[in-house]
């Protein structure tokens, strides 16, 4: 309950209360480039419906790419880690496919699917696949090399060492590979929207069609949202990696 | 003489039918070699070992570092094969032992599982490879952590059973590693520097208490430790070693007695054992 007490709090808010009076400032200064934080607070206030309609959207989209992607990585990861064959055949590729901007195939993924869920979801897994697989391959070999001795002293097979001591000693990669990929999991649906300009819904959708009308207001209130999307999604996943590692000596002291 | 009789529980024979003979009695180790890489990056480690530990005995490695215990170690654990020569563990070989969980391995560091209790950690080897004895797949899964709450309390960690390794200190840690080895039940214990990483009151004490365990679970044992001390307080014979390449020095016998009460590192039979072993450990440096 330490967040109780003023001095932790306070920094925080002297630091935001700061930041929107620059806001202000900038903002008188010169209209188009920052609209006024009241006209955008109250664009919040007036169409929620609107806003949250929209972040919701995006969320789906960022969060089935996530899954997909990082789902994915993972498995292959387990595959990789288990037969080595395997990760010679596909590392490269993977670290092709990361250095390849990604953003760059979104309008063809548009060709080829249309304007609906799909190729933002494809985008988004794509752009947290290869993190997600270095991060968990890293973590599948960190297991401590007198522990697998241990475990092969009492012969047992792969299964056993994959299941009792190689995963739990990935769970901390894991978690690090969830931190980066699910703000990046926003990133990518965010900019897919971008370059599928027809589509509905969705806060990248509204961000262009604001922009289009220099309806900064609106512009602004979008990122706002998903400024607040990415704080609760990074809060989320913080409270279950502080459950799930508990044992860990570094986050049960802090 | 070692006093105790051996525990109907902790037979020292492997299920199944042993070849007959004072060969299948214990861990023999006949000229063992190993080197590691090729070429003229090859280094020796082991240049045709020698040694025998008889069933239900004791038996300690000293020497300094490089010597090849670890090396050894490995090899009779069935970690490492060796380049020539054969280990023969109650008339098996180190992997068959192990396949049928019959080592009780403990490394260097304790190799605690960090997200594992206490408990959990002690119970890990009953765990793993159920399939290998009867005695395991028999068993419910409810004596498993009574036997390890026991193990724990004999060591002294009745009140930490529910802590994880990083709650424990090294000490604590290492009496954990022990704890789990006596679980497995193996008629061979390994063990590698259990406490070289623990400063010497720790480490007085903790012989006692590997002692007292000992006496009642009455495994065949091969240690290792930098510590004449250790060697004496703990073992039946005492196996010199000498480096470049690995080779047996000398044997030295303790003829001590059991059980050894605390004070008996300040008797002069204890001090002949010791400078007899530090006079082998010069000889070849
Ligand atoms: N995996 C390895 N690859 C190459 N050389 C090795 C390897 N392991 C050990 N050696 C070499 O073999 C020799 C014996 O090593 P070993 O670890 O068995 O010695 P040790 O007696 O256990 O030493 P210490 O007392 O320091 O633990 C050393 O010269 C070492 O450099
Ligand atoms: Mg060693």
Redesign the pocket.
């Known amino acids: 309950m330490s967040w109780l007490r003023p001095s932790r709090w306070l920094p925080a808010l002297v630091a935001f209360a700061l930041l929107v009076l620059i806001w202000k400032l900038l903002a008188d200064h010169d209209r188009y480039l920052l609209p006024q934080p009241g006209a955008t607070a109250s664009q919040l206030w007036n169409y929620p419906g609107l806003y949250l309609r929209n972040a919701r959207s995006t969320l789906v989209e960022a969060l089935i790419g996530l899954g997909i992607g990082f789902g994915g990585a993972f498995l292959i990861s387990v595959v990789m880690s288990q037969i080595s064959l395997v990760e010679r055949a596909l590392l490269p590729l993977a670290v092709a496919l990361n250095v390849t901007p990604v953003v760059a195939v979104a309008p063809a993924l548009v060709v080829a699917f249309g304007f609906g869920r799909t190729p933002k979801v494809i985008v988004t897994a794509v752009i947290v696949f290869f993190p997600a697989l270095i991060n968990s391959l890293v973590g599948l070999r960190s297991a401590d090399p007198e522990v697998l001795d241990v475990l092969r002293s009492l012969n047992a097979n792969r299964s056993e060492v994959l299941w009792w001591v190689r995963l739990p000693s990935a769970l901390p990669y894991l978690f690090a590979a969830a931190r980066v990929c699910l703000p990046l999991s926003v990133v990518g649906a965010v900019v897919a929207e971008f370059v599928t300009p027809g589509s509905s819904a969705g806060l990248g959708t509204l961000i262009t069609e604001a922009s289009a009308n220099s309806a900064l207001d609106r512009v602004y209130a979008a990122i706002i949202c998903l400024a607040v999307l990415g704080v609760v999604l990074t809060i989320l996943i913080t409270v279950i990696e502080r459950r799930v590692l508990a044992w860990q000596p570094s986050r049960r002291r802090t | 003489m070692p006093a105790a009789e051996p525990e109907p529980s902790a037979g020292p024979l492997p299920a199944g039918p042993l070849p007959a003979g004072p060969a299948s009695d214990g861990i023999a180790v006949e000229r063992v070699t190993?080197t590691?890489?090729s070429g003229p990056a090859a280094?020796?480690?082991?240049a045709g070992i020698d040694l025998e530990v008889p069933a239900g005995r004791w038996v300690t490695?000293i020497?300094?570092?490089?010597?090849?215990?670890?090396?050894?170690?490995?090899i009779v654990s069935g970690l490492l094969e060796p380049d020539s020569g054969s280990v023969s563990i109650f008339g098996r070989s180190p992997r068959e032992a192990s396949a049928g969980k019959q080592i009780a391995y403990v490394p260097?560091s304790p190799a605690l599982l960090p997200w594992r209790t206490a408990v959990g950690n002690v119970r890990l080897p009953l765990q793993v490879n159920r399939r290998a004895r009867p005695q395991d797949r028999q068993t419910p899964r409810g004596h498993d952590t009574a036997r390890a709450t026991a193990l724990l309390e004999d060591v002294g960690l009745g009140d930490s059973l529910h802590k994880y390794p990083s709650e424990l200190s090294g000490g604590m840690q290492q009496r954990v590693a022990i704890a789990r080895a006596f679980a497995l039940e193996a008629p061979v214990l390994v063990m590698?520097?259990p406490f070289?990483a623990l400063d010497e009151l720790t480490r007085e004490g903790l012989r006692h208490q590997l002692l007292e365990l000992w006496a009642r679970h009455r495994a065949t044992v091969l240690f290792?430790t930098?510590s004449v001390a250790e060697a004496v307080t703990l073992s039946d014979t005492v196996v010199v070693?000498s480096?470049?390449p690995?080779r047996v020095a000398g044997v030295v016998p303790v003829n001590l007695g059991r059980p050894r009460p605390e004070g008996i590192e300040d008797t002069p039979a204890f001090h002949e054992t010791e400078a007899a072993i530090r006079l082998l450990l010069r000889g070849r440096q």
């Open positions: 190993k590691y890489g280094s020796t480690a082991l490695l020497g300094p570092s490089g010597c090849g215990k670890s090396t050894l170690l490995r260097q590698d520097e070289s290792v930098h070693m480096p470049h690995g």
